[in-house]
């Protein structure tokens, strides 16, 4: 997937991002869904991305607040999760 430059502007610099992949969606019906997907900002390297995205009305999105997690914070998670999940 190319780069492509979305702009978002903070109030301290312009943050730019590529998303590299989506992974999937824990709340699609939402009008701002919760997405788990691979992304890269400000041409570092491509994490884990957990957050809302907004949907404009003309088609673009715009990331709202979320976590960015590496392979290994996400292993982490991961093996948090299935541990803590084994009791319900």
């Given at each position: ?11 301290k610099?312009?943050?730019?991002y ?36 907004k ?34």
């Amino acid at each position: 997937m190319a780069f492509k430059d979305y702009g978002v502007k903070s109030s301290k610099k312009e943050i730019k991002y590529e998303v590299v992949e989506r992974l999937g969606a824990l709340d699609s019906d939402s009008p701002n869904p919760k997405e788990l997907r691979v992304v890269r900002w400000n041409n570092g390297d491509a994490k884990f991305d957990l957050r809302n995205w907004k949907q404009n009305e003309d088609g673009t999105e715009t990331p709202l607040k979320g976590i960015v997690l590496d392979q290994e914070e996400l292993q982490s998670l991961y093996e948090i999760l299935k541990e803590k999940l084994k009791r319900f």
